[in-house]
């Protein structure tokens, strides 16, 4: 079954499109409707809520549907462009929208944008499959490499390349050997998890040190010197556990 979610400004169309949506075709579930963009976006990104589908109107009052996008952080789930207006189209292929439906909605071109659906539905079921291995396999692989689920594709990372990892709210920095960087759409706190205890710990509200690659602990002004040069500061109530792991 996908779960769907109905985001427009306007209730009719909603109502509209969850009618056709719910009498006829047994493979989609509205589970959220939404004629707020701002409570649409606070509803998705939150990660414990499953949804499959969003179908998403362009022209709302407070800000387009392209800009909706720009500002979702969990975006693991299809697009579908709703709009009254054909010269969207192209613009919505660029953001990568499964398809676009003109206003008012065609029942027959309702039925192939869900038959596009079922069919991405059952990849995302085998990419999650693939994905479990992928994490079990490094699971059990002493912990030398972690897999990072971000921006709908796997990272695969050896810890002995990561140096420390900086908070940025919704978004983590992961600072990797040879001066490279790499932004993913988890919280420290998530990324944390995914790391072994051994070689990792949480110095600072917004830090997280490799233990191998510390230089320094300067003492008198709180921080530590990492490789190649980079200064962490440590947090005071944590200090004595920083001590008690070198």
Known sequence: MIKAVIVDDEAKAIQSLSWELNHFNQDIEVIKTFTSPEKAISFLNKTSHVTDCLFLDIQMPTMDGFQFLEKLTNKDFAVVITTAYD?????????????????????????????????LNTKNINYDKLEELFYKF???????????????????????????????????????????????????????????????????????????????????DGYVVMHPNHKIPVARQRKLDFLDRL
């Open 138 to 220: 490094n699971a059990e692989s002493n912990k030398q490499k972690i897999t990072i689920n971000t921006d709908g594709k796997l990272i695969f990372l050896h810890t002995d390349d990561i140096i420390f990892i900086e908070s940025d709210g919704n978004y983590s920095t992961i600072f990797l050997n040879d001066n490279q960087k790499l932004v993913v759409t988890k919280k420290l706190k998530e990324v944390h998890r995914l790391l072994p205890e051994k070689l990792f710990f949480r110095i600072h509200n917004s830090f997280i040190i490799n233990l191998n690659k510390v230089k320094e602990f300067i003492k008198t």
């Open 87 to 119: 010269e969207y189209a192209i613009k919505a292929i660029k953001h990568e929208a499964v398809d676009y439906l003109l206003k008012p909605v065609d029942s027959d071109d309702l039925s192939s944008t869900i038959k596009k659906l079922k069919n």
